[in-house]
């Protein structure tokens, strides 16, 4: 179990309640469980249960328990590295591996999961050896110099460290304009000072086009999460 120590540090503080001879399970916010090895693995089995409360339980393991119903089933993949880039653009919910993951960080800073999951699709198709033809890197597509605002400095491709920047940096955003979605995603994609200079959402193409992008798959991924 040692070669799992590296990756329970790096776990936000509400993961690290797992058991190290298990290595199974970890209860979050709304009944949510976290399995850290399906970040790595190739493909994962995702099992959405609703509880007895009422409450969503989103996990990698197969429960029989009695009042947990099974809601929806489904295997992932993970994208091939560089598939982003040849890929068209489909405006369809995606079931990712990294579904728990999203969760998760989005409500450790209080942000909605949908929303987050919404911006990873259109950034990186959920391909997390994604880079940009502007250098920016990973699920979340960040520059360097603001990977380098949350600690990220290395290891960029890391799902959970490119997540939880990136969600941190849309947390700032978030607070910067009063919980404005748009103008978050604006500053976001082109920057903050192109937000200042327009004061609001700068006339680029690239920019309008991503948010109609990200607020439309917003609104579909609700529906699920």
């Known amino acids: 179990m040692k070669q799992f120590a590296p990756l329970l540090r790096k776990l936000p503080h509400s993961l690290r309640a797992l058991s190290i001879n298990c290595l199974t399970t970890v209860a979050l916010l709304l009944g949510l469980q976290f399995n850290p090895a399906v970040i790595n693995s190739a493909a994962a089995r995702v099992y959405v249960y609703e509880l007895p409360d009422g409450s969503k339980l989103i996990t990698d393991i197969r429960y029989r328990k009695k009042g947990y119903r099974l809601k929806n089933s489904y295997s992932t993949k993970p994208y091939r590295s560089g598939a982003t880039q040849n890929a068209p653009y489909h405006a369809t919910p995606i079931k990712s591996q990294y579904d728990a993951l999203i969760v998760n960080l989005s409500l450790k800073y209080d942000l909605e999961p ?40 290395q290891d960029q491709f890391n799902p959970q460290r490119n997540i939880e920047a990136g969600v941190q940096h849309v947390r700032d955003l978030m607070d910067r304009y009063n919980k404005d979605k748009t103008l978050s995603l604006a500053a976001y994609n082109a920057g903050e000072g192109a937000v200042s200079k327009y004061d609001g959402v700068p006339p680029y193409d690239e920019t309008e086009s991503y948010i109609k992008k990200v607020m439309k798959l917003y609104r579909l991924y609700s529906k699920e999460i």
Do not use: C
Request: no cysteine; net charge positive.
């Open 114 to 153: 949908s929303f987050i999951k919404a911006m990873i699709h259109v950034e990186s198709a959920f391909d997390r050896y994604a880079v940009s033809h502007a250098g920016a890197m990973g699920l979340m597509q960040l520059m360097p110099a603001t990977a380098a605002n949350y600690q990220l400095r």
